[in-house]
C-alpha cells in the first residue's frame, strides 16, 4: 500500500494513509476489540486476507501509528501496540461509527457503543484516549 501523497490537502493526506477500507478496521479492532496479535485481527468478521492484513499492520508501523515487538509472553508472537497518532484517530472512529448507526443498517449492540461515545463528547473520549495510553504506550 503506497502513502505517496498527491497534494497538501490535509482530507487528501488522512485517506491516503486511512483511506481504504482495511486500514482503519485494523485499528477498530486494537481500539474496542482489545486485539494485539496478527491472528487476532484475521478474526475479524470482515475477513482480511493474511497478505492484505501483513501489508496494512507494516504500513501502519511505517507511518507511526502502531509499534510491533516482540511478546514477552510467548517467542514466536508479535504485539501490535497504537502509538500518540493511533489513539487519536478515536474521534474519526466514533464519528464514523454514530454515522453508520444512524445512516447505515448497524448490529444494534455495536451501534450503541458508537453513539455512546460521541453523546458522551469530549469527555467520553478523554477518558477511552487515557485508557489505551495506559494499554498500549510502553
Known amino acids: 500500500m503506497s502513502t505517496r501523497e498527491r497534494s497538501g490537502c490535509p482530507i487528501n493526506l488522512s485517506l491516503e494513509l486511512i483511506g481504504d477500507r482495511w486500514t482503519l478496521l485494523i485499528v477498530r479492532d486494537m481500539v474496542f476489540a482489545g486485539k494485539k ?3 487476532e485481527f484475521l478474526q475479524s468478521d470482515e475477513g482480511i ?3 492484505t492484513l501483513a ?3 507494516q504500513t501502519l508501523q511505517e507511518e507511526g501509528i502502531l509499534t510491533r515487538s516482540d511478546d514477552p509472553t510467548h517467542g514466536l508472537r508479535t ?4 502509538t500518540e497518532a493511533g489513539i487519536d484517530l478515536l474521534p474519526v472512529l466514533a464519528t464514523l461509527g454514530a454515522w453508520g448507526s444512524k445512516h447505515r443498517k448497524a448490529d444494534d449492540k455495536l451501534a450503541r457503543i458508537a453513539d ?3 453523546a458522551g463528547g469530549e469527555a467520553a ?3 477511552m484516549e487515557a485508557a489505551l495510553r495506559t494499554e498500549h504506550i510502553v
Open 79 to 82: 504485539v501490535y501496540r497504537l
Open 55 to 57: 501489508e496494512r499492520l
Open 37 to 39: 496479535h496478527f491472528r
Open 49 to 51: 486476507s493474511s497478505r
Open 116 to 118: 455512546e461515545l460521541v
Open 125 to 127: 473520549l478523554e477518558r
